[in-house]
Protein backbone atom coordinates (compact mmCIF):
# COMPACT_ATOMS: atom_id res chain seq x y z
CA UNK A 1 0.00 0.00 0.00
CA UNK A 2 2.67 2.14 0.87
CA UNK A 3 4.34 1.16 -2.11
CA UNK A 4 1.67 2.16 -4.35
CA UNK A 5 1.18 5.87 -2.62
CA UNK A 6 4.92 6.27 -2.92
CA UNK A 7 4.20 5.51 -6.56
CA UNK A 8 1.42 7.28 -7.34
CA UNK A 9 2.89 10.97 -5.84
CA UNK A 10 5.65 10.20 -7.70
CA UNK A 11 3.19 9.92 -10.91
CA UNK A 12 2.28 13.53 -10.27
CA UNK A 13 4.94 15.16 -9.27
CA UNK A 14 6.08 14.18 -13.12
CA UNK A 15 3.00 15.07 -14.32
CA UNK A 16 3.21 18.20 -13.06
CA UNK A 17 6.70 18.76 -13.41
CA UNK A 18 5.83 18.00 -16.87
CA UNK A 19 3.08 20.51 -17.26
CA UNK A 20 5.18 23.23 -15.70
CA UNK A 21 7.96 22.87 -18.00
CA UNK A 22 5.92 22.69 -20.86
CA UNK A 23 4.24 26.09 -20.28
CA UNK A 24 7.41 27.39 -19.58
CA UNK A 25 8.85 26.72 -22.19
CA UNK A 26 5.70 28.17 -24.37
CA UNK A 27 6.25 31.40 -22.22
CA UNK A 28 10.14 30.81 -23.09
CA UNK A 29 9.31 30.69 -26.75
CA UNK A 30 7.19 33.25 -26.60
CA UNK A 31 9.35 35.70 -25.14
CA UNK A 32 11.99 34.36 -27.67
CA UNK A 33 10.18 35.10 -30.60
CA UNK A 34 9.31 38.64 -29.59
CA UNK A 35 12.50 39.84 -29.28
CA UNK A 36 13.99 37.77 -32.76
CA UNK A 37 10.57 38.69 -34.40
CA UNK A 38 8.56 41.00 -33.02
CA UNK A 39 5.12 41.68 -34.71
CA UNK A 40 5.14 38.19 -35.44
CA UNK A 41 4.73 35.97 -32.17
CA UNK A 42 3.19 32.86 -33.75
CA UNK A 43 3.55 30.86 -30.54
CA UNK A 44 1.20 33.31 -28.81
CA UNK A 45 -1.09 32.52 -31.44
CA UNK A 46 -0.39 28.70 -31.24
CA UNK A 47 -0.99 28.40 -27.35
CA UNK A 48 -4.54 30.33 -28.26
CA UNK A 49 -5.70 28.15 -30.73
CA UNK A 50 -4.49 24.82 -29.32
CA UNK A 51 -7.36 23.98 -27.30
CA UNK A 52 -10.58 23.38 -28.44
CA UNK A 53 -12.42 25.00 -25.81
CA UNK A 54 -13.59 28.36 -25.20
CA UNK A 55 -11.21 30.87 -23.35
CA UNK A 56 -12.09 33.27 -20.73
CA UNK A 57 -13.43 36.82 -21.68
CA UNK A 58 -15.76 39.32 -20.37
CA UNK A 59 -17.04 39.87 -23.44
CA UNK A 60 -20.60 37.85 -23.22
CA UNK A 61 -22.04 35.58 -26.42
CA UNK A 62 -21.91 32.43 -27.89
CA UNK A 63 -18.37 31.55 -28.66
CA UNK A 64 -16.71 35.09 -27.55
CA UNK A 65 -14.39 33.14 -25.94
CA UNK A 66 -13.12 31.53 -28.89
CA UNK A 67 -10.12 33.82 -30.43
CA UNK A 68 -8.96 32.00 -33.27
CA UNK A 69 -11.61 29.30 -34.74
CA UNK A 70 -9.21 26.70 -36.76
CA UNK A 71 -11.98 25.80 -38.75
CA UNK A 72 -12.10 29.25 -40.47
CA UNK A 73 -8.87 27.85 -41.93
CA UNK A 74 -10.39 24.69 -43.17
CA UNK A 75 -13.17 26.50 -44.82
CA UNK A 76 -10.70 29.14 -46.52
CA UNK A 77 -9.12 26.24 -48.32
CA UNK A 78 -12.21 25.18 -49.53
CA UNK A 79 -13.58 28.48 -50.73
CA UNK A 80 -10.19 29.20 -52.71
CA UNK A 81 -10.13 25.11 -53.45
CA UNK A 82 -12.70 23.13 -54.94
CA UNK A 83 -15.68 26.09 -54.95
CA UNK A 84 -13.81 28.30 -56.48
CA UNK A 85 -12.13 25.39 -59.13
CA UNK A 86 -14.82 23.60 -59.75
CA UNK A 87 -17.58 26.19 -59.38
CA UNK A 88 -16.14 28.76 -61.85
CA UNK A 89 -15.01 25.87 -64.26
CA UNK A 90 -18.66 25.14 -64.66
CA UNK A 91 -19.90 28.45 -65.31
CA UNK A 92 -17.25 28.74 -68.05
CA UNK A 93 -18.10 25.03 -69.42
CA UNK A 94 -22.17 26.28 -69.41
CA UNK A 95 -20.95 29.43 -71.56
CA UNK A 96 -19.08 26.93 -73.89
CA UNK A 97 -21.88 24.60 -74.34
CA UNK A 98 -24.15 27.16 -74.88
CA UNK A 99 -21.95 28.64 -78.01
CA UNK A 100 -21.65 25.66 -79.00
CA UNK A 101 -25.15 25.19 -79.77
CA UNK A 102 -25.79 28.55 -81.06
CA UNK A 103 -22.86 28.01 -83.48
CA UNK A 104 -24.06 24.43 -84.24
CA UNK A 105 -27.54 25.11 -84.28
CA UNK A 106 -28.84 28.75 -84.29
CA UNK A 107 -32.12 29.70 -82.43
CA UNK A 108 -35.31 27.84 -83.25
CA UNK A 109 -37.51 30.04 -85.86
CA UNK A 110 -41.05 29.32 -86.56
CA UNK A 111 -41.95 27.33 -89.49
CA UNK A 112 -45.03 29.15 -90.49
CA UNK A 113 -45.60 33.18 -90.77
CA UNK A 114 -46.68 35.06 -87.84
CA UNK A 115 -50.86 35.56 -88.32
CA UNK A 116 -50.54 39.30 -86.60
CA UNK A 117 -53.42 37.89 -84.22
CA UNK A 118 -51.52 38.27 -80.68
CA UNK A 119 -52.36 36.46 -77.95
CA UNK A 120 -52.00 37.71 -74.11
CA UNK A 121 -49.27 35.84 -72.73
CA UNK A 122 -47.88 37.80 -69.97
CA UNK A 123 -50.29 40.00 -67.79
CA UNK A 124 -48.61 43.27 -66.37
CA UNK A 125 -48.03 42.10 -62.80
CA UNK A 126 -46.11 39.04 -64.56
CA UNK A 127 -43.72 41.01 -66.02
CA UNK A 128 -43.12 43.56 -63.55
CA UNK A 129 -42.18 40.24 -61.19
CA UNK A 130 -40.29 38.29 -63.99
CA UNK A 131 -38.01 41.15 -64.95
CA UNK A 132 -37.73 42.38 -61.35
CA UNK A 133 -36.15 38.74 -60.29
CA UNK A 134 -34.26 38.73 -63.47
CA UNK A 135 -32.71 42.22 -63.12
CA UNK A 136 -32.01 41.57 -59.48
CA UNK A 137 -30.46 38.02 -60.63
CA UNK A 138 -28.48 39.31 -62.91
CA UNK A 139 -26.76 41.84 -60.42
CA UNK A 140 -26.23 39.37 -57.67
CA UNK A 141 -24.87 37.06 -60.14
CA UNK A 142 -22.61 39.41 -61.32
CA UNK A 143 -21.50 41.43 -58.05
CA UNK A 144 -21.12 37.77 -56.42
CA UNK A 145 -18.84 36.55 -59.47
CA UNK A 146 -16.65 39.70 -58.87
CA UNK A 147 -16.54 38.97 -55.22
CA UNK A 148 -15.75 34.87 -55.93
CA UNK A 149 -13.55 35.58 -58.95
CA UNK A 150 -12.43 39.15 -58.93
CA UNK A 151 -8.98 38.46 -57.85
CA UNK A 152 -7.70 36.00 -60.08
CA UNK A 153 -9.35 37.93 -62.70
CA UNK A 154 -10.09 41.57 -62.23
CA UNK A 155 -7.34 42.47 -59.82
CA UNK A 156 -4.35 41.72 -62.23
CA UNK A 157 -6.19 44.24 -65.13
CA UNK A 158 -7.38 46.94 -63.15
CA UNK A 159 -5.57 46.93 -60.25
CA UNK A 160 -5.86 47.41 -56.19
CA UNK A 161 -7.67 50.63 -56.10
CA UNK A 162 -10.03 50.47 -58.57
CA UNK A 163 -10.12 46.46 -57.38
CA UNK A 164 -10.70 47.77 -54.08
CA UNK A 165 -13.54 50.31 -54.89
CA UNK A 166 -15.51 47.42 -57.45
CA UNK A 167 -15.63 44.99 -54.77
CA UNK A 168 -16.52 47.09 -52.25
CA UNK A 169 -19.75 48.07 -54.87
CA UNK A 170 -20.23 44.35 -55.30
CA UNK A 171 -20.73 43.72 -51.86
CA UNK A 172 -23.50 46.64 -51.11
CA UNK A 173 -25.25 45.38 -54.27
CA UNK A 174 -24.87 42.14 -53.39
CA UNK A 175 -26.41 42.31 -49.65
CA UNK A 176 -28.92 45.39 -50.76
CA UNK A 177 -30.51 43.68 -54.19
CA UNK A 178 -30.80 40.08 -52.10
CA UNK A 179 -33.80 40.84 -50.23
CA UNK A 180 -35.66 42.21 -53.47
CA UNK A 181 -34.94 39.16 -55.37
CA UNK A 182 -36.15 36.69 -52.48
CA UNK A 183 -39.37 38.59 -52.68
CA UNK A 184 -40.01 38.87 -56.53
CA UNK A 185 -39.18 34.68 -56.07
CA UNK A 186 -41.62 34.04 -53.58
CA UNK A 187 -44.14 36.18 -55.44
CA UNK A 188 -43.41 34.25 -58.84
CA UNK A 189 -43.60 30.49 -57.10
CA UNK A 190 -47.41 31.68 -56.15
CA UNK A 191 -47.76 33.31 -59.15
CA UNK A 192 -47.07 30.31 -61.98
CA UNK A 193 -47.13 27.41 -59.47
CA UNK A 194 -50.64 26.11 -61.38
CA UNK A 195 -48.89 26.72 -64.48
CA UNK A 196 -46.12 24.32 -63.44
CA UNK A 197 -48.05 21.37 -62.17
CA UNK A 198 -46.93 18.30 -64.23
CA UNK A 199 -49.32 17.06 -66.77
CA UNK A 200 -49.05 13.88 -68.56
CA UNK A 201 -48.53 15.23 -71.78
CA UNK A 202 -45.07 16.42 -69.98
CA UNK A 203 -43.33 13.07 -70.76
CA UNK A 204 -44.04 13.63 -74.51
CA UNK A 205 -42.38 16.81 -74.04
CA UNK A 206 -39.22 14.94 -72.59
CA UNK A 207 -39.43 12.24 -74.93
CA UNK A 208 -38.99 14.61 -77.99
CA UNK A 209 -36.87 17.39 -76.43
CA UNK A 210 -34.00 16.96 -78.63
CA UNK A 211 -35.61 16.81 -81.39
CA UNK A 212 -37.22 19.77 -80.47
CA UNK A 213 -33.71 21.44 -79.55
CA UNK A 214 -32.32 20.22 -83.02
CA UNK A 215 -34.94 20.62 -85.17
CA UNK A 216 -37.23 22.76 -83.83
CA UNK A 217 -40.13 20.25 -83.64
CA UNK A 218 -43.19 20.87 -82.43
CA UNK A 219 -44.34 19.06 -79.34
CA UNK A 220 -47.61 20.61 -77.86
CA UNK A 221 -47.69 21.46 -74.36
CA UNK A 222 -49.37 24.23 -72.08
CA UNK A 223 -48.74 27.12 -70.78
CA UNK A 224 -45.26 25.42 -69.70
CA UNK A 225 -43.32 22.80 -71.69
CA UNK A 226 -41.57 19.89 -69.66
CA UNK A 227 -38.17 22.48 -69.88
CA UNK A 228 -39.40 25.08 -68.60
CA UNK A 229 -40.99 23.46 -65.73
CA UNK A 230 -37.64 21.50 -65.06
CA UNK A 231 -36.50 25.06 -64.81
CA UNK A 232 -39.05 26.29 -62.23
CA UNK A 233 -39.10 23.50 -60.09
CA UNK A 234 -35.44 23.23 -59.92
CA UNK A 235 -34.19 26.70 -60.45
CA UNK A 236 -36.67 28.99 -59.37
CA UNK A 237 -37.62 27.32 -56.42
CA UNK A 238 -34.68 24.74 -55.31
CA UNK A 239 -32.02 27.05 -55.80
CA UNK A 240 -33.73 29.72 -54.73
CA UNK A 241 -34.94 27.93 -51.43
CA UNK A 242 -30.78 27.24 -51.18
CA UNK A 243 -28.97 30.58 -52.28
CA UNK A 244 -31.62 32.23 -50.09
CA UNK A 245 -31.76 30.76 -46.97
CA UNK A 246 -27.90 30.38 -46.88
CA UNK A 247 -27.83 34.32 -47.85
CA UNK A 248 -30.15 34.81 -45.03
CA UNK A 249 -27.60 33.65 -42.61
CA UNK A 250 -24.51 35.36 -43.91
CA UNK A 251 -26.55 38.67 -44.30
CA UNK A 252 -27.83 38.78 -40.70
CA UNK A 253 -24.94 37.61 -38.48
CA UNK A 254 -26.62 39.46 -35.53
CA UNK A 255 -28.69 36.00 -34.59
CA UNK A 256 -26.10 34.29 -32.60
CA UNK A 257 -25.00 31.77 -35.39
CA UNK A 258 -21.74 30.46 -34.85
CA UNK A 259 -18.61 30.62 -37.23
CA UNK A 260 -18.73 27.08 -37.96
CA UNK A 261 -22.81 27.56 -39.09
CA UNK A 262 -21.39 31.26 -41.01
CA UNK A 263 -18.74 28.67 -42.40
CA UNK A 264 -21.39 25.77 -43.45
CA UNK A 265 -23.67 28.54 -44.83
CA UNK A 266 -21.03 29.88 -47.11
CA UNK A 267 -20.29 26.67 -49.19
CA UNK A 268 -24.27 26.26 -49.69
CA UNK A 269 -24.86 29.72 -50.85
CA UNK A 270 -21.61 29.80 -53.18
CA UNK A 271 -22.60 26.39 -54.77
CA UNK A 272 -25.95 26.75 -55.33
CA UNK A 273 -25.29 30.15 -56.67
CA UNK A 274 -22.62 29.13 -59.29
CA UNK A 275 -25.17 25.51 -60.29
CA UNK A 276 -27.62 28.26 -60.20
CA UNK A 277 -25.91 30.88 -62.32
CA UNK A 278 -25.07 27.98 -64.99
CA UNK A 279 -28.25 26.91 -65.61
CA UNK A 280 -30.01 30.11 -65.47
CA UNK A 281 -27.50 31.19 -68.50
CA UNK A 282 -29.22 28.25 -70.14
CA UNK A 283 -32.82 29.77 -69.66
CA UNK A 284 -31.67 33.43 -70.85
CA UNK A 285 -30.32 31.92 -73.90
CA UNK A 286 -33.36 30.17 -74.48
CA UNK A 287 -35.36 33.50 -73.96
CA UNK A 288 -33.39 35.96 -75.91
CA UNK A 289 -31.61 34.40 -79.17
CA UNK A 290 -32.49 30.66 -78.59
CA UNK A 291 -35.82 31.12 -79.53
CA UNK A 292 -37.31 33.55 -82.02
CA UNK A 293 -39.98 35.73 -80.72
CA UNK A 294 -39.56 34.90 -76.77
CA UNK A 295 -37.92 37.73 -75.45
CA UNK A 296 -40.80 39.70 -77.42
CA UNK A 297 -43.26 37.58 -75.72
CA UNK A 298 -41.86 39.04 -72.17
CA UNK A 299 -41.03 42.58 -73.04
CA UNK A 300 -44.60 43.52 -74.73
CA UNK A 301 -46.78 40.11 -73.24
CA UNK A 302 -48.04 39.45 -76.06
CA UNK A 303 -47.48 36.53 -78.39
CA UNK A 304 -48.31 35.71 -82.03
CA UNK A 305 -50.95 33.02 -82.07
CA UNK A 306 -48.11 30.94 -84.88
CA UNK A 307 -45.83 30.99 -82.02
CA UNK A 308 -48.09 29.66 -79.81
CA UNK A 309 -49.56 26.87 -81.87
CA UNK A 310 -45.76 25.90 -82.67
CA UNK A 311 -44.73 25.94 -78.96
CA UNK A 312 -47.61 25.99 -76.56
CA UNK A 313 -50.04 24.13 -78.45
CA UNK A 314 -52.50 22.97 -75.95
CA UNK A 315 -52.42 26.26 -73.76
CA UNK A 316 -53.19 28.13 -77.41
CA UNK A 317 -56.48 25.60 -77.51
CA UNK A 318 -57.44 26.61 -73.62
CA UNK A 319 -56.74 30.54 -74.53
CA UNK A 320 -58.77 29.53 -77.53
CA UNK A 321 -61.71 28.55 -76.04
CA UNK A 322 -62.45 31.07 -74.21
CA UNK A 323 -60.19 30.47 -70.54
CA UNK A 324 -57.73 33.32 -71.08
CA UNK A 325 -58.30 36.56 -72.80
CA UNK A 326 -56.77 37.31 -76.55
CA UNK A 327 -54.95 40.47 -77.51
CA UNK A 328 -56.56 41.00 -81.18
CA UNK A 329 -55.02 43.53 -83.10
CA UNK A 330 -51.39 44.35 -82.43
CA UNK A 331 -50.58 46.55 -79.64
CA UNK A 332 -48.54 49.22 -79.88
CA UNK A 333 -45.52 47.71 -78.30
CA UNK A 334 -45.52 44.48 -79.64
CA UNK A 335 -44.20 44.88 -83.30
CA UNK A 336 -41.68 41.69 -82.40
CA UNK A 337 -44.97 39.44 -84.14
CA UNK A 338 -46.32 41.69 -86.97
CA UNK A 339 -46.68 39.97 -90.22
CA UNK A 340 -43.94 39.69 -92.31
CA UNK A 341 -44.50 40.76 -95.66
C1 LIG B 1 -31.78 38.44 -68.16
C2 LIG B 1 -32.36 37.40 -67.65
C3 LIG B 1 -33.62 36.74 -68.16
C4 LIG B 1 -34.21 36.77 -69.40
C5 LIG B 1 -33.73 37.48 -70.64
C6 LIG B 1 -35.41 35.97 -69.33
C7 LIG B 1 -36.29 35.77 -70.37
C8 LIG B 1 -37.50 35.11 -70.28
C9 LIG B 1 -38.49 35.00 -71.31
C10 LIG B 1 -38.37 35.63 -72.66
C11 LIG B 1 -39.52 34.26 -70.86
C12 LIG B 1 -40.81 33.92 -71.61
C13 LIG B 1 -40.73 32.66 -72.39
C14 LIG B 1 -42.08 32.25 -72.90
O1 LIG B 1 -42.77 33.05 -73.54
O2 LIG B 1 -42.45 31.10 -72.65
C15 LIG B 1 -39.19 33.89 -69.51
C16 LIG B 1 -39.97 33.10 -68.70
C17 LIG B 1 -39.66 32.76 -67.40
N1 LIG B 1 -38.58 33.23 -66.67
FE1 LIG B 1 -37.07 34.35 -67.37
N2 LIG B 1 -35.52 35.48 -68.07
C18 LIG B 1 -34.45 35.93 -67.32
C19 LIG B 1 -34.18 35.65 -66.00
C20 LIG B 1 -35.00 34.89 -65.19
C21 LIG B 1 -34.73 34.59 -63.81
C22 LIG B 1 -33.52 35.10 -63.03
C23 LIG B 1 -35.72 33.79 -63.37
C24 LIG B 1 -35.94 33.20 -62.01
C25 LIG B 1 -35.30 33.49 -60.94
C26 LIG B 1 -36.62 33.58 -64.46
C27 LIG B 1 -37.73 32.82 -64.41
C28 LIG B 1 -38.62 32.61 -65.44
C29 LIG B 1 -39.73 31.72 -65.40
C30 LIG B 1 -40.13 30.83 -64.22
C31 LIG B 1 -40.38 31.81 -66.62
C32 LIG B 1 -41.63 31.05 -67.07
C33 LIG B 1 -41.24 29.69 -67.54
C34 LIG B 1 -40.22 29.74 -68.61
O3 LIG B 1 -40.48 30.33 -69.66
O4 LIG B 1 -39.15 29.20 -68.38
N3 LIG B 1 -36.15 34.28 -65.55
N4 LIG B 1 -37.96 34.43 -69.18
Redesign the pocket.
Known amino acids: MKLLTSLCLALSVLLVGGMAFAQQSDVQQQQERRLVQPGNNAPVWREVRKEAQEHTTTVRGRETGVLVQSAGQTWRQIRNGPVTFYGGWLVVLAVLIIAAFYFARGSIKLHERPTGRLIL??GTAEQVV?WT???S??VLGLSGLTLLFGKYVLLPVIGYLLFGWLTALAKNLHNFVAPLFILS?VV?IVM?LRD?LPRAYDFQWFRKSWAFMMHGEHVPSGR?NAG?KV??WL??IGL?IAVSWSGVILLFPNFDQTRAVMQEAWIWHASAALIYIAI?LG??Y???IG?EG??G??RTGY?DETWAKE??QIWLDETKSGRTAPGGAVPAGAPHMKEKS
Open positions: RFHSAIFCVMWNFEWFGVSAHIMGTVAYNMTHH
